[in-house]
């Protein structure tokens, strides 16, 4: 940056210097045509005062006071015994001089045009250390973020997600562990429990991360090949179990009767109305033994919003709208913390500053 102020001074000096050398020579060419108006004005006053003379001649004399005024030429045929009048003319300088004092001195115009550049470049350094300091504001400034529990609990997510048995059977529905829709899961945990796999709800009996009783999460901890019996209080078994029960609300179950028939368990995309409203479409796909699925993947913010809601209707018993909605917004704005809902549903969760 250096180099190119000093490139940029140098291309200027040069000009500078060139304009000034053009400005003398304009200067020369102005002072001869002034020199020779003034001669032709000269000689024009000349004749005026001349014609005039013989029109003063009756009327009475000028004052002194006129003559000193120079408002009045004097006339020696009719201005006997009056004080003379004083004339003075500025020597003009010689052209050796005016380029001497213009060294010496330098020109107003071309101070100002000196000036004109150097409060350019004050102000675009202003300007520059303006734009980096709002930058390093903005960048370093501690900004709206998740709890710090967020971060625990995704880590944990990516390797419950590795169990291979977390999908839907035998739809294998694996929205929980999607990669653009996995938020689900410490979203889930973060309304139910605060992010605590210690979490124990007196009322619910339920435990862990995962908004389910026990018992519940036992059932589905058998279809996940997990360790027997399983403890709600791992987080990654509790992630596990909540990420193949939330396949399971979404992509419906085909499990196994007392009579060891299939018994077909309908999911939230088993409903045309319901891929209506997720994907778009109605359509649907129906095969022997497994429950209906959409047609069409659900894909859309909009569609996935929605879904995440009735999911958590469906999961959390006696779950009110508005915190449905709630769970919606946080999905949602997962990348967002910043998000204005977000800071204020956050202010609701239990231990909340």
Sequence with gaps: ?????????????????????????????????????????????????AESAYRRDAAPGPTPAAFRRGAVAPNPATDVGRPPAVHTTARPHSTEERTRALIDHGRPSVDRVRLSRGRKITIATAAILAIVTVLVMVVFRKGASWPPSVAVVQGEITTACQNPNVASEPGQVNFACGKTTSQILWVFALMTSSDNPSYTDAKTGREGLEPITPTEGGEVAWSLDLHHPYNPYDPIDSLAVAARAINNIIGGATLTNAKGDPAVESGLESNPANCATYTGSSAMISRAGFPNLCAEPVTSPAGQAVLVADVYREWVVGATAAAAKDVSVLFENASNPGNPQVQAILQTLPGAS
């Design 1 to 49: 940056m250096t180099q190119d102020f000093e490139s940029f001074n140098e291309q200027d000096d040069e000009w500078l210097s060139e304009l000034e050398t053009r400005a003398i020579d304009l200067e020369n060419e102005l002072f001869d045509w002034r020199e020779s108006r003034a001669r032709e004005l000269a000689e024009a006053r000349a004749r005026e005062r």
